[in-house]
Protein backbone atom coordinates (compact mmCIF):
# COMPACT_ATOMS: atom_id res chain seq x y z
CA UNK A 1 0.00 0.00 0.00
CA UNK A 2 1.49 3.43 -0.56
CA UNK A 3 0.05 6.34 0.84
CA UNK A 4 1.02 9.81 -0.47
CA UNK A 5 -0.19 12.68 1.13
CA UNK A 6 -2.46 15.74 -0.43
CA UNK A 7 -2.93 19.06 0.26
CA UNK A 8 -6.58 21.17 0.80
CA UNK A 9 -7.94 20.71 -2.20
CA UNK A 10 -4.93 18.36 -2.20
CA UNK A 11 -3.07 19.59 1.31
CA UNK A 12 -3.64 17.62 4.58
CA UNK A 13 -5.04 14.61 2.85
CA UNK A 14 -3.94 11.01 2.89
CA UNK A 15 -4.24 9.45 -0.26
CA UNK A 16 -4.74 5.67 -0.88
CA UNK A 17 -3.23 4.77 -4.00
CA UNK A 18 -3.10 0.67 -3.63
CA UNK A 19 -5.26 -1.14 -1.22
CA UNK A 20 -8.09 -0.54 0.36
CA UNK A 21 -8.91 2.59 -1.17
CA UNK A 22 -11.69 4.61 -3.19
CA UNK A 23 -9.61 2.98 -6.58
CA UNK A 24 -11.50 0.20 -5.14
CA UNK A 25 -15.16 1.55 -6.48
CA UNK A 26 -14.04 2.40 -9.68
CA UNK A 27 -14.00 0.21 -12.95
CA UNK A 28 -10.67 -0.53 -14.06
CA UNK A 29 -10.08 -2.20 -17.79
CA UNK A 30 -8.26 -5.56 -17.01
CA UNK A 31 -8.34 -7.42 -19.86
CA UNK A 32 -9.39 -7.75 -23.51
CA UNK A 33 -12.92 -10.29 -24.22
CA UNK A 34 -10.85 -12.27 -25.97
CA UNK A 35 -8.17 -12.81 -23.68
CA UNK A 36 -10.79 -15.01 -21.54
CA UNK A 37 -11.70 -17.92 -23.73
CA UNK A 38 -13.15 -19.10 -21.43
CA UNK A 39 -9.92 -18.98 -18.95
CA UNK A 40 -8.91 -18.92 -16.33
CA UNK A 41 -6.66 -15.63 -16.63
CA UNK A 42 -4.37 -14.77 -14.18
CA UNK A 43 -4.00 -10.63 -13.27
CA UNK A 44 -2.79 -8.20 -10.75
CA UNK A 45 -4.93 -5.26 -9.38
CA UNK A 46 -4.08 -2.64 -7.15
CA UNK A 47 -1.38 -5.01 -5.87
CA UNK A 48 -4.45 -8.16 -5.13
CA UNK A 49 -4.12 -10.62 -7.72
CA UNK A 50 -7.51 -12.24 -9.31
CA UNK A 51 -8.34 -14.37 -11.57
CA UNK A 52 -10.98 -13.93 -14.73
CA UNK A 53 -12.93 -16.82 -16.19
CA UNK A 54 -16.32 -16.97 -18.32
CA UNK A 55 -19.13 -19.53 -18.34
CA UNK A 56 -22.36 -19.60 -19.49
CA UNK A 57 -21.21 -16.85 -21.32
CA UNK A 58 -20.50 -14.52 -18.76
CA UNK A 59 -17.28 -13.13 -16.95
CA UNK A 60 -16.20 -13.91 -13.31
CA UNK A 61 -13.77 -12.21 -11.27
CA UNK A 62 -12.48 -13.40 -7.96
CA UNK A 63 -9.45 -13.34 -5.79
CA UNK A 64 -6.85 -15.80 -6.99
CA UNK A 65 -7.42 -19.06 -4.17
CA UNK A 66 -9.40 -21.16 -3.75
CA UNK A 67 -11.49 -21.08 -0.85
CA UNK A 68 -10.08 -24.83 0.46
CA UNK A 69 -6.37 -24.63 0.74
CA UNK A 70 -5.15 -21.60 -1.04
CA UNK A 71 -4.37 -22.66 -4.49
CA UNK A 72 -4.10 -20.20 -7.35
CA UNK A 73 -7.36 -20.71 -9.17
CA UNK A 74 -5.85 -19.38 -11.80
CA UNK A 75 -3.84 -23.07 -12.28
CA UNK A 76 -7.34 -24.69 -13.11
CA UNK A 77 -9.50 -25.21 -15.75
CA UNK A 78 -12.13 -24.65 -16.94
CA UNK A 79 -14.66 -28.25 -17.57
CA UNK A 80 -17.98 -27.47 -18.28
CA UNK A 81 -18.39 -24.67 -17.74
CA UNK A 82 -16.85 -24.88 -14.46
CA UNK A 83 -13.63 -23.76 -13.23
CA UNK A 84 -11.96 -26.47 -11.46
CA UNK A 85 -9.40 -26.03 -8.98
CA UNK A 86 -5.92 -28.22 -9.56
CA UNK A 87 -5.30 -28.74 -6.36
CA UNK A 88 -8.27 -30.97 -5.05
CA UNK A 89 -10.63 -30.44 -7.59
CA UNK A 90 -13.32 -27.90 -6.39
CA UNK A 91 -15.53 -26.95 -8.87
CA UNK A 92 -16.84 -22.77 -9.17
CA UNK A 93 -19.94 -21.80 -11.79
CA UNK A 94 -21.37 -18.56 -12.35
CA UNK A 95 -21.03 -15.90 -10.08
CA UNK A 96 -18.28 -18.09 -7.96
CA UNK A 97 -20.87 -20.34 -6.46
CA UNK A 98 -18.73 -23.15 -5.50
CA UNK A 99 -20.86 -26.64 -7.21
CA UNK A 100 -18.39 -29.41 -6.26
CA UNK A 101 -16.57 -31.03 -4.25
CA UNK A 102 -15.37 -34.08 -5.04
CA UNK A 103 -13.97 -35.27 -1.77
CA UNK A 104 -17.72 -35.02 0.35
CA UNK A 105 -19.49 -36.93 -2.80
CA UNK A 106 -22.77 -35.81 -4.19
CA UNK A 107 -24.79 -36.35 -1.10
CA UNK A 108 -22.65 -33.55 0.91
CA UNK A 109 -23.69 -30.15 1.12
CA UNK A 110 -21.47 -27.09 0.28
CA UNK A 111 -20.27 -24.93 3.14
CA UNK A 112 -21.56 -21.64 2.28
CA UNK A 113 -18.05 -19.64 3.19
CA UNK A 114 -16.80 -22.39 0.08
CA UNK A 115 -18.20 -19.46 -2.66
CA UNK A 116 -15.65 -17.15 -4.60
CA UNK A 117 -16.30 -13.51 -3.29
CA UNK A 118 -16.57 -12.01 -6.63
CA UNK A 119 -16.09 -8.48 -7.95
CA UNK A 120 -17.95 -6.93 -10.11
CA UNK A 121 -18.11 -6.87 -13.67
CA UNK A 122 -18.72 -5.81 -17.51
CA UNK A 123 -17.94 -5.69 -20.75
CA UNK A 124 -17.66 -2.76 -22.71
CA UNK A 125 -15.59 -1.61 -25.62
CA UNK A 126 -14.07 -5.39 -26.41
CA UNK A 127 -12.65 -4.77 -22.99
CA UNK A 128 -12.80 -6.47 -19.06
CA UNK A 129 -13.48 -3.84 -16.92
CA UNK A 130 -13.47 -4.72 -13.15
CA UNK A 131 -14.59 -3.05 -9.88
CA UNK A 132 -13.27 -4.58 -6.49
CA UNK A 133 -16.64 -2.84 -4.42
CA UNK A 134 -19.71 -0.99 -5.56
CA UNK A 135 -18.79 1.29 -8.20
CA UNK A 136 -19.62 4.73 -7.63
CA UNK A 137 -20.17 5.82 -11.39
CA UNK A 138 -20.30 3.99 -14.80
CA UNK A 139 -17.92 3.27 -17.74
CA UNK A 140 -17.66 6.22 -19.66
CA UNK A 141 -19.60 6.88 -23.25
CA UNK A 142 -18.08 7.12 -26.72
CA UNK A 143 -20.24 7.87 -28.62
CA UNK A 144 -18.65 6.13 -31.76
CA UNK A 145 -19.36 2.75 -30.16
CA UNK A 146 -23.27 2.90 -31.51
CA UNK A 147 -22.15 5.00 -34.71
CA UNK A 148 -22.48 2.67 -37.67
CA UNK A 149 -20.17 4.83 -39.02
CA UNK A 150 -17.43 3.93 -37.20
CA UNK A 151 -15.37 0.40 -36.83
CA UNK A 152 -13.59 -0.28 -33.26
CA UNK A 153 -10.19 -1.69 -32.89
CA UNK A 154 -8.57 -3.15 -29.99
CA UNK A 155 -5.05 -3.01 -29.76
CA UNK A 156 -3.95 -5.63 -27.05
CA UNK A 157 -3.14 -5.55 -23.32
CA UNK A 158 0.48 -4.58 -22.55
CA UNK A 159 2.64 -4.06 -18.69
CA UNK A 160 4.18 -1.02 -18.53
CA UNK A 161 7.18 -0.73 -15.79
CA UNK A 162 5.72 2.78 -14.69
CA UNK A 163 3.09 4.34 -12.01
CA UNK A 164 -0.91 4.42 -14.15
CA UNK A 165 -0.74 8.32 -12.70
CA UNK A 166 2.76 8.98 -14.51
CA UNK A 167 0.79 7.39 -17.69
CA UNK A 168 -2.04 9.81 -17.22
CA UNK A 169 -0.32 12.89 -16.78
CA UNK A 170 1.76 12.24 -19.71
CA UNK A 171 -1.31 11.14 -22.04
CA UNK A 172 -3.10 14.57 -21.39
CA UNK A 173 0.26 16.27 -22.14
CA UNK A 174 1.25 17.53 -25.53
CA UNK A 175 4.26 19.48 -24.57
CA UNK A 176 6.19 16.41 -25.14
CA UNK A 177 5.43 15.98 -28.81
CA UNK A 178 7.96 17.22 -30.44
CA UNK A 179 10.56 15.53 -27.83
CA UNK A 180 9.51 12.01 -26.92
CA UNK A 181 7.66 11.88 -30.21
CA UNK A 182 10.32 13.25 -32.79
CA UNK A 183 10.46 9.37 -34.42
CA UNK A 184 7.13 9.27 -35.02
CA UNK A 185 4.82 12.62 -35.60
CA UNK A 186 6.38 15.22 -33.37
CA UNK A 187 8.81 16.29 -35.53
CA UNK A 188 6.41 18.96 -37.28
CA UNK A 189 5.44 20.66 -34.30
CA UNK A 190 6.19 23.44 -32.36
CA UNK A 191 7.55 23.87 -29.26
CA UNK A 192 5.50 26.13 -27.95
CA UNK A 193 2.09 25.42 -26.58
CA UNK A 194 -0.24 27.72 -26.99
CA UNK A 195 -2.72 29.02 -24.18
CA UNK A 196 -5.15 26.07 -23.47
CA UNK A 197 -8.51 26.43 -22.31
CA UNK A 198 -10.19 23.75 -20.37
CA UNK A 199 -13.73 22.93 -21.32
CA UNK A 200 -16.70 19.62 -20.61
CA UNK A 201 -15.83 17.65 -24.11
CA UNK A 202 -18.96 16.41 -22.63
CA UNK A 203 -20.90 14.39 -19.90
CA UNK A 204 -17.92 11.81 -19.26
CA UNK A 205 -14.64 13.81 -20.39
CA UNK A 206 -12.64 17.47 -19.50
CA UNK A 207 -10.24 18.87 -21.60
CA UNK A 208 -9.22 20.70 -24.55
CA UNK A 209 -9.55 21.63 -27.90
CA UNK A 210 -6.79 22.44 -30.09
CA UNK A 211 -5.18 22.60 -33.49
CA UNK A 212 -1.56 20.62 -34.76
CA UNK A 213 0.98 20.37 -37.38
CA UNK A 214 2.25 16.40 -37.64
CA UNK A 215 4.85 14.45 -39.12
CA UNK A 216 3.23 12.14 -41.53
CA UNK A 217 5.66 9.49 -42.38
CA UNK A 218 5.18 6.52 -44.45
CA UNK A 219 4.42 4.39 -41.41
CA UNK A 220 1.19 6.48 -40.65
CA UNK A 221 -0.05 6.91 -44.08
CA UNK A 222 -2.29 3.89 -43.11
CA UNK A 223 -3.56 5.99 -40.23
CA UNK A 224 -4.27 9.02 -41.81
CA UNK A 225 -5.31 8.74 -44.80
CA UNK A 226 -3.31 10.87 -46.26
CA UNK A 227 0.82 10.41 -47.97
CA UNK A 228 1.71 14.21 -47.15
CA UNK A 229 4.66 14.62 -45.13
CA UNK A 230 2.49 16.97 -43.02
CA UNK A 231 -0.56 16.46 -41.79
CA UNK A 232 -3.09 19.22 -40.04
CA UNK A 233 -4.80 17.90 -37.19
CA UNK A 234 -7.88 19.06 -34.94
CA UNK A 235 -7.70 17.50 -31.78
CA UNK A 236 -9.51 17.20 -28.10
CA UNK A 237 -7.83 15.73 -25.33
CA UNK A 238 -9.71 14.79 -21.98
CA UNK A 239 -9.90 12.97 -18.98
CA UNK A 240 -12.39 10.64 -17.66
CA UNK A 241 -12.02 9.72 -13.74
CA UNK A 242 -10.02 7.87 -12.02
CA UNK A 243 -7.48 6.88 -14.98
CA UNK A 244 -8.81 7.39 -18.48
CA UNK A 245 -8.09 9.72 -21.24
CA UNK A 246 -9.51 10.15 -25.17
CA UNK A 247 -7.90 11.56 -27.76
CA UNK A 248 -9.56 12.40 -30.68
CA UNK A 249 -8.18 13.47 -33.75
CA UNK A 250 -9.79 14.79 -37.35
CA UNK A 251 -8.41 15.60 -40.68
CA UNK A 252 -9.01 17.87 -42.89
CA UNK A 253 -11.40 15.03 -45.39
CA UNK A 254 -13.11 14.31 -42.40
CA UNK A 255 -11.65 11.09 -41.40
CA UNK A 256 -11.59 11.18 -37.08
CA UNK A 257 -9.56 8.70 -35.41
CA UNK A 258 -10.45 8.55 -32.01
CA UNK A 259 -8.53 7.16 -29.16
CA UNK A 260 -8.82 5.64 -25.62
CA UNK A 261 -6.70 5.52 -23.43
CA UNK A 262 -6.37 3.04 -20.51
CA UNK A 263 -4.35 3.29 -17.84
CA UNK A 264 -4.54 0.47 -14.86
CA UNK A 265 -2.71 0.00 -11.62
CA UNK A 266 -1.34 -3.46 -11.41
CA UNK A 267 0.45 -1.92 -8.59
CA UNK A 268 2.14 1.27 -7.39
CA UNK A 269 5.05 1.11 -10.19
CA UNK A 270 3.45 -1.18 -12.70
CA UNK A 271 0.64 -0.98 -14.92
CA UNK A 272 -1.66 -2.72 -17.57
CA UNK A 273 -2.18 -0.23 -20.95
CA UNK A 274 -4.20 -0.91 -23.76
CA UNK A 275 -5.98 1.51 -26.21
CA UNK A 276 -8.91 1.22 -28.52
CA UNK A 277 -9.05 3.09 -31.89
CA UNK A 278 -13.07 3.82 -33.34
CA UNK A 279 -12.47 5.17 -36.96
CA UNK A 280 -15.37 6.29 -39.38
CA UNK A 281 -12.76 4.94 -42.66
CA UNK A 282 -14.05 2.35 -45.53
CA UNK A 283 -12.23 -0.69 -43.96
CA UNK A 284 -10.27 -1.33 -46.36
CA UNK A 285 -7.09 -0.98 -44.09
CA UNK A 286 -6.45 -3.93 -42.40
CA UNK A 287 -6.59 -3.42 -38.63
CA UNK A 288 -3.33 -4.22 -37.95
CA UNK A 289 -1.89 -1.58 -40.61
CA UNK A 290 -4.22 1.08 -38.82
CA UNK A 291 -3.03 0.89 -35.50
CA UNK A 292 0.85 0.09 -36.38
CA UNK A 293 1.77 3.60 -35.77
CA UNK A 294 -0.34 4.12 -32.79
CA UNK A 295 1.61 1.72 -31.12
CA UNK A 296 5.16 2.83 -32.33
CA UNK A 297 3.69 6.34 -30.59
CA UNK A 298 2.78 4.29 -27.31
CA UNK A 299 6.57 2.42 -27.84
CA UNK A 300 8.34 5.81 -27.01
CA UNK A 301 5.90 7.08 -24.59
CA UNK A 302 6.57 3.89 -22.65
CA UNK A 303 10.47 4.00 -23.15
CA UNK A 304 10.44 7.76 -21.71
CA UNK A 305 7.91 7.09 -18.51
CA UNK A 306 9.83 3.57 -17.43
CA UNK A 307 12.41 5.97 -16.78
CA UNK A 308 10.98 7.83 -13.95
CA UNK A 309 10.64 6.02 -11.44
CA UNK A 310 7.96 6.07 -8.42
CA UNK A 311 4.81 7.20 -8.20
CA UNK A 312 3.54 10.44 -9.46
CA UNK A 313 3.56 13.41 -6.51
CA UNK A 314 -0.10 14.57 -6.23
CA UNK A 315 0.53 17.54 -3.30
CA UNK A 316 -0.12 20.80 -5.36
CA UNK A 317 3.85 21.86 -4.73
CA UNK A 318 5.00 18.11 -5.50
CA UNK A 319 5.61 19.41 -8.91
CA UNK A 320 6.50 22.50 -11.26
CA UNK A 321 3.90 23.19 -13.71
CA UNK A 322 3.56 25.89 -16.54
CA UNK A 323 0.53 27.46 -18.51
CA UNK A 324 0.89 23.73 -20.82
CA UNK A 325 0.18 21.38 -17.65
CA UNK A 326 -3.35 23.15 -17.11
CA UNK A 327 -5.22 19.79 -18.26
CA UNK A 328 -3.12 17.55 -15.90
CA UNK A 329 -3.06 19.64 -13.03
CA UNK A 330 -6.93 19.66 -12.99
CA UNK A 331 -7.00 16.10 -13.84
CA UNK A 332 -5.02 15.88 -10.13
CA UNK A 333 -7.04 18.24 -8.66
CA UNK A 334 -10.06 15.95 -9.36
CA UNK A 335 -8.51 13.00 -8.50
CA UNK A 336 -8.11 14.03 -5.37
CA UNK A 337 -11.41 15.66 -4.94
CA UNK A 338 -12.94 11.69 -6.24
CA UNK A 339 -10.18 10.49 -3.44
CA UNK A 340 -12.12 12.61 -0.61
CA UNK A 341 -15.26 12.31 -0.89
CA UNK A 342 -15.38 8.25 -1.59
CA UNK A 343 -12.87 7.60 1.15
Not at 144 to 163: C, D, K, V, Y
Not at 320 to 326: A, C, G, L, P
Request: one cysteine or more; proline letters at 6%.
Amino acid sequence: MVICSVGDGYDNQTMVLVGNGPLRCCWHPVAESTDVEPGPLALTLLGERLVLYRTDGRIVAAPDRCPHREAPLSAGSIVDNTLVCVYHGWGFGTDGTCVSVPSSGAAKSIPPAAHLRCLHTKECYGLIWVAFDEPIGDIPVIAAETNPAFRRINSGMQLWQTAATRMVDNFLDISHFPWVHAGTFGSAQSTEVPLLTLVELDDDFTGYVYEVDAANPNDAVATSGSTDEVVHRWMSTGFALPLLVRSTIRYADGLEHILLLCSTPVDDCTSLFTFVVWRNDDHSIPEQDVISFDRAIGAEDKVMLERIGGSLPLERTGLVSVQSDKPSVEWRRRFAELIRNTR
